[in-house]
């Protein structure tokens, strides 16, 4: 891999950009590897990058029905964020964005992560009540965040009414480590480290039965053939209990359609991300000045990556309201995404009942800001056979042990 | 728009007007069965890609709960039906089987 480098902009410049290489292979598949993972987003190409990284295992093939990137990973708002109120997300959430500040580095690829800072509104006295306490949960797992007064948000964010008749802006939990990068190249950056460690990425190519002998996984059945593998690793998201029901066991999970929508770019007017949880909003500026706004999630289970409008109506009004510079806006593109939520709002990480397959899914509405984090840990739990700190948590055996990580106060609508 | 008729008081009501509730005819299992069977009971739902057989609540109109079989994938809806039932009755199997002669059936 030629490494990426102002020195490799001007050295290309002078011969018409003819010398650059393909970001990635696009090789056939082999018989047999070590590990399969499915579903080649964000957290399967994490998982895939961190095998190699920490582990050295590189013998690695990452499947995908898709293209690369063109689920989730590719449909989200790229906010990154990890105020979270319960120990284990705020550890795996802040890791993940630990790694999101050293990634374009890491990656040799501009992955334009910005901390911006993000600021979750308090509308109401409960939500007040609720981001107080997430802030001092948050200064015990040293993750820094802080409760900020109506006049600083208005400080921050000028083009904000915090005097709104129906929810006046009473205060907001404001992180300010926190931001945006972009989403695609989280996906290809991660890409093109896996084919230059070796890895084999395949796109579609869509996984049709999983096969298993004596309770072990052997392989999967794909649209290219039938591919072995000693371990099997799911990161499919909204498609987990698809690909679940293949392998015979059931999942904990529902998917629904989440929407986001943008607006036409205009000039530079809120440099931070905002999160308005009580009247159902989230937005923030794009590079290109777009407005990206997210929406939220149908009540019914859904696998169309579309929404249905009334939301996008919801969602809009709710930003008028907060924003009264944007009512003459046009709305540019609206697009849907297939999220998979769990009942307790929280991830699953770790084995399941069929051996050596290990499973990675209901990030929910809330998966891109994790992707390195979760990769991390993934990649531990696929490399040892057993999670690790950062996975511990999240097993599927929480639901029975009635252990759950509950996180509906932070994760029910925004992310 | 996802739109369905209430079985119980026939007003045609969009989904504005409606109330998910997931996964229909589960099996209920309570206090003195297994942790297994708790767990399945309380969390493990069917989310298949295609037909998809669920409750609604006709919350902005007669409050009734009710059933549904609508398809994941196309978003078509074969037919509503009272909740007063542990499976799927005949006229909705049919007009699914009508619509997809390959569907494995109700599980």
Redesign the interface.
């Known amino acids: 891999m030629r490494r990426y480098s102002a020195f490799a902009i001007a050295r290309e410049a002078a011969r018409y950009h003819q010398g650059w290489e393909r970001a990635w292979a696009s090789p056939k598949p082999k018989k047999k590897y070590d590990v399969v993972i499915v579903g080649a987003g964000g957290h399967g190409l994490a998982t895939a990058f961190y095998l190699g990284k920490n582990f050295g295992i590189t013998n690695v093939a990452i499947i995908e029905k898709g293209w690369l990137g063109g689920g989730n990973t590719g449909r989200n708002t790229t906010i990154i964020r990890s105020n979270y109120l319960q120990d284990p997300s705020a550890a795996i959430y802040e890791k993940a964005r630990s790694l999101y500040e050293t990634m374009s580095q890491d990656l040799n690829y501009n992955v334009m992560f910005s901390p911006r800072g993000v600021m979750m509104l308090a509308q109401t006295e409960s939500e007040v009540r609720g981001y107080e306490r997430t802030a001092h949960a948050n200064a015990l797992q040293g993750v820094t965040t802080e409760f900020i007064s109506p006049q600083r948000v208005k400080e921050l964010v000028p083009i904000m009414n915090i005097d709104g008749p129906r929810y006046p802006v009473l205060g907001a939990l404001w992180q300010a480590r926190a931001g945006t990068a972009r989403h695609d190249a989280v996906a290809w950056g991660y890409a093109r480290a896996c084919s230059d460690m070796g890895m084999d990425i395949i796109q579609k190519c869509e996984v049709t039965g999983v096969r298993q002998a004596n309770g072990v996984v052997t392989g999967v059945d794909t649209t290219h053939g039938q591919i072995d593998c000693d371990k099997l690793a799911m990161l499919v998201a909204g ?1 987990a ?2 690909l679940a ?1 293949m392998a015979g066991f ?6 629904v359609a989440l929407q986001a929508l943008v607006s036409e770019p205009i000039k530079p007017c809120i440099d931070v991300v905002v999160m308005a949880n009580t009247v159902h909003g989230y937005m923030s500026q794009s590079d290109k000045g777009e407005l990206v706004i997210g929406g939220g999630t ?7 990556q579309r929404g ?3 939301h996008v109506e919801e969602t809009v009004r709710a930003l008028v309201e907060t924003f009264p510079i944007i009512s003459r806006l046009k709305m540019l593109r609206q697009w849907g995404g297939i999220v998979d939520v ?2 307790d709002r929280s991830p699953i990480i770790g084995k399941t009942p069929l051996g050596n397959c290990f499973i990675n899914c209901g990030w929910g509405t809330g998966g891109f800001k994790s992707i390195p984090g979760s990769g991390w840990a993934m990649a531990e739990t696929v490399a040892k056979g057993e999670p690790g700190a950062l996975a511990g948590a999240f097993g599927l055996n929480r ?2 042990e009635g252990r759950f990580i509950d996180e509906s106060v932070a994760a029910g609508v925004a992310h | 728009m996802l739109i369905l008729e209430c079985p119980y008081c026939g007003v045609v009501a969009d989904e504005t007007d409606l109330h998910g509730g997931g996964e229909a005819h589960l099996k209920r299992f309570g206090p003195g069965s297994s942790d297994e069977d708790f767990q399945t009971y309380l969390f493990h739902r069917a989310n298949p890609k295609g037909v998809h057989f669920e409750r609604w609540r006709h919350v902005s109109g007669c409050g009734k709960w009710f059933h549904a079989a609508r398809n994941t994938m196309t978003l078509e809806v074969y037919g509503t039906y009272s909740a007063q039932t542990y499976e799927p009755p005949k006229a909705i199997i049919n007009a699914v089987i009508k619509k997809h002669p390959e569907w494995e059936g109700y599980k």
């Open positions: 498609n209990s698809h029901d059931r999942l904990p999970m529902e998917s149908d009540g019914f289970n859904n696998y169309t249905s409008f009334h769990t009942g639901f029975t």
